[in-house]
């Protein structure tokens, strides 16, 4: 690329660069932000609410909890549930923060290592990642440790390389790991690696300096290990179960191992994985002379990994957890298959005439187009779908292998929803229940794909039920956007809601056999008919009952 980039006039070079940065960060910013607001809480998302309504910041800091949460986010959800009320882009502002900034931070630190074109094509492929958008998104502190992870490494070797700004670089190690490792406990061997790297660098040191050496590496090493000892230990003393019960569960297998490289690369399409593992390849040699923190990166994969084959995680058998316990790798491997890229359009532009420019040019993008072409960030940026941190999206970029995608589909599913299609997209606004916070029994993505139409959860607290999992009382601690009380008629019609649409109990299959669904809230039928009436439409799958004064005149009255 450097014979393509010579080419180019100076006061042109000066501006491409920033201009390139900004578009790739222009991109992922949309991708991020699209219906960012509407996006219903789901799933995991759920863990640290459902703490938050059950314990105070004095018990959550001894305890990792039965369902997977982050310590400190649920400490600070609490706080905020008092100050200003909890809501659903409350809950996920510091992950956004912190993807805006990944866009914007990794570019612009190896743009002076690896060169701004390998920069440039690196922050478009960050840009349209389609797990950095999802973990962007979701209340979640994946985003977070991403970002404090690399930080932690680039500060150890800014730390390790001179004494100049060393007191920062340390204080920016110690606080990140420790953060880090409090937020996710699973990051700790990628955080604690540079140490393990430089332990392991003092036997090339000449011996009269080793003692100097091994000194500043303690300097480091000790207050950071102290600080995550102050943080991690009393819940793995107070309540080791909560870890105990976790582990020695489930391993990766060989499906998981090939898997987790199409979650990374995000695709579904074996031939894209193959042309950007191939300019990886091509690329990694340069990548790992001119970038230290490959090497620490390296490590820090190795270990974490070897700690999960170890420790053996519940669910770490799915592609989706063991790709997201690895997911630092993800921006070192697009790194590299920049650079392959770039190296790639170097070889292209020589002799550099306008032909060979041309290519050189398509083969820098080729991986960012091999990528983009049936991305699986696609049904993401329909309108509506507000859905998106469901599961079925991002268990495996593969539909032949998402194992939601068949149980999703088996969910009874009424004609009531594709007769909504005929109506402007996002013109009606539906209240399903009963909600499930685990997407496998919410099938609201399906609903909106065929309706056009906006679909948010209803709740059934203080309707005919007490509390139920996956929502949340009507109180000022809580305002969520995205879901409606039902009970609430003035939140109904402060939502615009159109329709409330009761799915009936059905059977589902699963692992070969029979479990009934919504047994549980079965007797809400009867409180909805008698709060909203006769319904609109009602079929054996659902009852809809149409909000407006004219129910009876609506054009799906007929049953």
């Known amino acids: 690329m450097r014979v393509l980039w010579s080419r180019i006039s100076h006061p042109c070079r000066a501006a491409l660069w920033p201009a390139a940065l900004g578009a790739a960060v222009l991109i992922g910013t949309y991708l991020r932000l699209d219906q960012f ?21 004095a018990a959550m800091f001894v305890d990792f909890g039965w369902a997977d949460y982050s310590i400190p986010l649920g400490i600070l959800d609490w706080y905020e549930a008092r100050w200003f009320g909890l809501s659903e882009t409350v809950l996920r502002a510091p992950m956004l923060v912190c993807g805006l900034a990944t866009l914007v931070v990794l570019p612009l630190y190896v743009a002076p290592r690896v060169g701004r074109a390998t920069a440039a094509v690196f922050a478009l492929l960050l840009a349209i990642s389609p797990l950095l958008v999802i973990y962007s998104r979701m209340a979640r502190p994946y985003a977070i440790t991403l970002l404090l992870g690399w930080t932690a490494h680039g500060a150890f070797v800014r730390y390790q390389a001179s004494s100049h700004g060393q007191v920062r670089a340390g204080m920016a190690y110690a606080s990140a790991t420790s953060l880090a490792v409090w937020l996710h406990p699973i990051v700790g061997p990628f955080v604690l690696a540079p140490l393990v790297w430089g332990a392991s660098q003092l036997r090339h040191v000449a011996r009269d300096e080793r003692r100097q050496r091994l000194l500043r590496l303690l300097w480091i090493a000790l207050p950071t290990c102290l600080a995550i000892a102050a943080l991690v230990l009393p819940p793995v003393f107070m309540h080791p179960e909560s870890l105990l019960g976790k582990s020695g569960v489930d391993a990766p ?7 987790v490289w199409y979650a990374w690369l995000g695709t579904g399409s074996t031939g894209a994985l193959a042309i950007c593992l191939l300019l990886a390849g091509y690329g990694t040699a340069g990548l790992w002379r001119a970038l230290p923190e490959a090497r620490t990166g ?12 170890v420790t053996r995680p519940a669910w770490s058998f799915n592609t989706a957890t063991l790709a997201r316990y690895l997911l630092p790798f993800l921006p070192l491997l697009l790194l590299a298959v920049a650079a392959g890229a770039t190296r790639l359009a170097r070889r292209v532009a020589a002799p550099p005439t306008r032909a060979r420019r041309v290519l050189a040019a398509g083969a820098a993008l080729l991986p960012c187009a091999a990528l983009a072409f049936e991305s ?4 993401m940026l329909r309108y509506p779908s507000t859905q998106t941190n469901g599961l079925v999206f991002y268990m495996d970029f593969r539909p032949a292998k998402n194992l939601f995608l068949p149980y999703t589909e088996a969910i009874p599913l009424s004609p009531f929803w594709q007769s909504l299609a005929g109506e402007p997209a996002g013109s009606q606004r539906i209240a399903a229940a009963p909600f499930y916070f685990e997407s496998y029994n919410w ?13 948010l959860p209803g709740y059934l607290t203080g309707l005919c039920v007490d509390q139920r999992g996956g929502e949340v009382p009507q109180s000022p601690l809580f305002d969520f956007r995205n879901a409606v009380h039902l009970a609430d008629e003035q939140a109904l019609a402060q939502r615009n809601i159109d329709y409330v649409v009761w799915q009936k109990p059905y059977v589902q299959t699963s692992k070969g056999k029979p479990e009934p669904i919504g047994d549980d809230t079965a007797r809400c039928e009867a409180a909805l008919r008698a709060k909203f009436g006769q319904p609109a439409f009602e079929d054996p799958y659902l009852i809809a009952f149409h909000l407006s004064r004219q129910a009876e005149s609506s054009p799906h009255a007929q049953r």
Do not use: C, F, K, Y
């Not at 390296?298 to 084959?309: C, D, K, Q, S």
């Not at 699986?376 to 049904?379: G, I, K, N």
């Not at 099938?443 to 679909?455: K, N």
């Open 298 to 309: 390296v490590l820090g994969i190795a270990l974490t990994l070897l700690g999960v084959m």
């Open 37 to 57: 607001l509407s996006q219903v809480l789901i799933d995991d998302e759920w863990h640290a609410v459902h703490q938050v309504l059950q314990r105070t910041p």
């Open 376 to 379: 699986p960030l696609a049904p």
């Open 443 to 455: 099938d609201a993505a399906r609903w909106e794909r065929l309706s056009h139409q906006r679909v």
């Open 253 to 259: 297998n060989a499906g998981t191992l090939v898997g």
